[in-house]
């Protein structure tokens, strides 16, 4: 990767890769609730809430490799890609492990711990149903996770595109054969989606290691050649765990937030699950363009450029909130033909228009909201990230107690914890940001 500008164009080539990735990837959460929704009534409700219990264990991985991407683009800024090989290697000695390790403890504890926070036994069941064979992905996402950081840090995503669509297919024509047993497989209901999602990230993985090797970047980059350094794991672990923490911190709140929704009823529950998705769809240009800010703005740092920073994330900042704007647009004027996608209940359709529109306004706050959080992160370091993003579940949990101790609350005014959270990310970056002269 050569150093880079910040540039209009420099944006978009790396962030729509990204974003083609990113909507792939988020076709998996989709089809997951589809298929349920077009399944069972318990296991529709059960997606959502189970879905968020392996997002948590996701984000152990990607919270940790975000902070890796942002080292290895500060490598490429600084042309030292033998750090680039060194980091690399090490991650990998790291996530292995700790993949393995979580699952085990994940298989062991999954039955006390959605005991512990859900009431319905038919949902705690299929949702352990579904962790049973989901829990087999864990080792490839957490792997996978190494290799996203690895191309996106060095401004290469075009192969991430490539291999999280492979993903999405599979999962698709997967959960068709195991959920409703075609072509001769018995009928596995939600069980069948958790076992197509797994396979579908192991070929995802595959895609990726084969990449690395047909484009030469273990050569270019000496990979695979460093033996574990105390020291190095040490620094990338302390540069890291915030991240970690951030990431694992914002998804509990999210589950919490679904086991209140659970008492509301299924309805209000599975409707919740929709919009969810709904939210991970229209995020994809925000998420993309969030780490095409840590990969660009780290790549500044790393060559001193720190004047050009601001500048940079207000051209981030003007793609993000227009590309979720038009997406928003079109789904309150769509939401009924999308809603018919995920579930034929038409009792839900009746109810979702002003819980979408609570959604809209929340998904334009967060758009603004990544960009700057993300260029935070990468100036100045991950430690304020942990602290902003604690701030800020504190208040949104005040405020999901408070609400839900409201008599008769409606779904759309529990989903205003969205701007709460959000509005807070924002706030504290931006004061951060100007503190540190970032912004002048």
């Not at 968020?52 to 940790?64: A, D, E, K, P, R």
């Not at 001769?184 to 290691?209: D, H, Q, R, T, Y």
């Amino acid at each position: 990767m050569s150093r880079l500008k910040g540039t209009y164009k420099e944006i978009i080539d790396i962030a729509l890769p990204l974003m083609l990735g990113n909507m792939a990837w988020a076709l998996i959460g989709i089809t997951d609730q589809a298929f349920m929704g077009h399944f069972g009534k318990t296991e529709e409700a059960a997606i959502g809430p189970v879905s968020i219990f392996y997002s948590i264990l996701f984000m152990v991985g990607f919270g940790y490799t975000r902070g890796i991407q942002i080292m290895i683009a500060r490598s490429c800024g600084e042309g030292d890609k033998k750090q680039v090989g060194k980091i690399f290697d090490n991650t990998l000695y790291v996530v292995a492990i700790t993949s393995i390790v979580l699952s085990v403890l994940i298989f062991l504890v999954k039955g006390f711990f959605l005991n512990l926070l859900l009431h319905d036994k038919n949902i705690i069941q299929a949702c352990q149903d579904f962790l049973d064979y989901r829990i087999w992905g864990v080792p490839a996402s957490f792997v996978s996770c190494l290799f996203i950081a690895f191309y996106s840090g060095i401004g290469k995503t075009k192969l991430l595109s490539f291999s999280v669509a492979m993903m999405a297919i599979v999962n698709i024509a997967l959960n068709y054969v195991f959920v409703f047993g075609k072509f001769g497989f018995p009928e596995m209901g939600i069980k069948g989606s958790g076992l197509a999602s797994s396979i579908a990230e192991w070929v995802s993985l595959v895609i990726l290691i084969s990449g690395l090797f047909i484009r030469k970047y273990h050569h270019e980059f000496h990979l695979f050649h460093s033996k574990l350094e105390a020291k190095l794991v040490y620094v990338m672990t302390k540069k890291s765990t915030p991240l970690v923490l951030q990431s694992l911190i914002a998804n509990a709140g999210w589950f919490v937030f679904f086991t209140f929704v659970e008492k509301l009823g299924q309805n209000q529950l599975a409707l919740s699950n929709i919009l969810r998705q709904i939210i991970m769809w229209i995020g994809i240009p925000i998420w993309a363009l969030g780490s095409v800010t840590n990969t660009v703005v780290s790549n500044l740092t790393g060559q001193k450029r720190l004047d050009e920073v601001y500048p940079t994330l207000k051209r981030i900042n003007w793609i993000s909130f227009g590309a979720t704007f038009i997406q928003c647009a079109l789904l309150i004027i769509l939401h009924i033909p999308i809603l018919q996608i995920f579930t034929a209940d038409t009792v839900i359709y009746e109810t979702a228009l002003y819980p979408i529109l609570v959604v809209c306004v929340a998904l334009l706050i967060m758009s603004i909201s990544n960009t700057f959080f993300n260029g935070l992160v990468s100036t100045s370091g991950t430690r304020y990230a942990l602290y902003i993003e604690g701030l800020s579940m504190v208040l949104y949990m005040f405020y999901v107690y408070f609400l839900f101790h409201i008599p008769n609350l409606t779904l759309s005014l529990a989903w205003t914890t969205e701007w709460i959270y959000w509005s807070v990310i924002l706030l504290a970056a931006l004061w951060k940001l100007k503190q540190t002269k970032i912004i002048q």
